[in-house]
């Protein structure tokens, strides 16, 4: 029974005699609308079958392809943050080896609004004690008493701090922690006597206040963006191209002085910018028909130079060297 058993497993996870004609990729909300370009480009400038692109989040979409090799198995993961090694770790454990990050282009975090309100202009600091679990009062730690913008600093709004954010398994939310919850807290007096051991206090920089404040809004991030439209007193945290999709009804918020714009998000000069990703499971190539020739779309210059359909699209392209070890690497696969 066990031999039979293991047969089975094994038939499961494994190629049937024709390979899938069709790519499955899933992961990353603020790299879908960009893949789902890509996926579209090739379907209609070549002979094979458009892929099919799901927006799971990028702690999903690793789960769902590191959960084995074969046909019922995804053949890319969209990420908005590295794989880590506890996922390559898992990816091992099913047979998923080969593993092949292609970084594909920049992007921005932005806190947006509605137009039809002032537009905010907040320090990376601000954001952290309106989104922080624990937050320094009179000189100790404390649950997050913080309920309106004029709370943290009389200058700001008088408005309650309500923000719609991605949840816990969102590349995004992983992103948003380590770049600026991470950064305006690490050094803080309270925080380093209370966590002596620098990774304890990371982890705990990371916490995101759950009572009420900030509003868990799932992986898509236009349900934020329709939020938004609807709720002139709250803000939202998503991607740059989706603030620039939606320019004409909402507004991004300066940090730091700094406005999220394409050119500014290019430059790094905006504070909150981070890097996107697509991982390729090496186990797939020659077994799903057109994966390799879908890559070598993606990384293309059509596709990923500044002039680029990705660009056109809110992408912040690569460099061209970065663009060209790519399109080496695509090759090599």
């Known amino acids: 029974m066990k031999k039979i058993l293991l047969s089975?497993?094994?038939?499961?996870?494994?190629?049937?005699?024709?390979?899938?004609?069709?790519?499955?990729?899933?992961?990353?909300?603020?790299?879908?609308?960009?893949?789902?370009?890509?996926?579209?480009?090739?379907?209609?400038?070549?002979?094979?079958?458009?892929?099919?692109?799901?927006?799971?989040?990028?702690g999903g979409g690793f789960k769902l392809f590191c959960s084995g090799v074969g046909e019922k198995t995804p053949d890319i993961s969209n990420a908005s943050r590295e794989i880590k090694q506890s996922e390559i770790e898992f990816c091992a454990t099913n047979g998923v080896k080969s593993i092949n990050e292609f970084k594909i282009g920049y992007d921005g975090i932005v806190l947006a609004n509605s137009k039809n309100s002032k537009e905010y202009d907040l320090t990376e600091k601000q954001v952290f004690l309106a989104l922080a679990k624990y937050v320094p009062v009179k000189g100790r730690l404390e649950l997050n008493p913080y309920k309106k913008w004029s709370d943290i600093d009389s200058k700001l709004a008088d408005k309650k701090i309500e923000v719609y954010g991605p949840p816990p398994t969102s590349g995004t939310r992983d992103a948003f922690v380590e770049i600026v919850m991470e950064k305006a807290c690490v050094d803080l007096p309270e925080f380093k006597a209370a966590y002596s051991d620098d990774d304890t206090r990371k982890k705990e920089c990371h916490q995101i206040r759950e009572d009420g404040e900030y509003i868990e809004s799932g992986e898509n991030d236009n349900l934020i963006v329709q939020k938004l439209k609807n709720n002139e007193n709250a803000l939202g945290i998503f991607g740059y191209s989706f603030l620039e999709e939606n320019q004409d009804e909402l507004q991004g918020s300066k940090i730091d002085g700094i406005t999220p714009t394409f050119e500014e998000i290019a430059a790094a000069k905006y504070p909150i910018s981070r890097s996107l990703y697509i991982y390729v499971k090496g186990e797939h190539i020659g077994k799903v028909l057109g994966l390799k020739e879908f890559v070598t779309e993606f990384v293309s210059d059509d596709a990923a130079s500044d002039e680029g359909y990705l660009a056109m699209k809110g992408m912040i392209s690569l460099t061209e060297d970065e663009r060209k070890k790519n399109q080496e690497k695509v090759g090599k696969l």
């Open 8 to 58: 089975l497993a094994v038939l499961t996870m494994s190629f049937s005699a024709s390979a899938r004609d069709q790519i499955r990729i899933v992961g990353s909300s603020t790299v879908y609308p960009f893949a789902t370009v890509v996926a579209e480009e090739f379907g209609t400038k070549t002979d094979f079958r458009t892929p099919i692109v799901e927006s799971t989040g990028t």
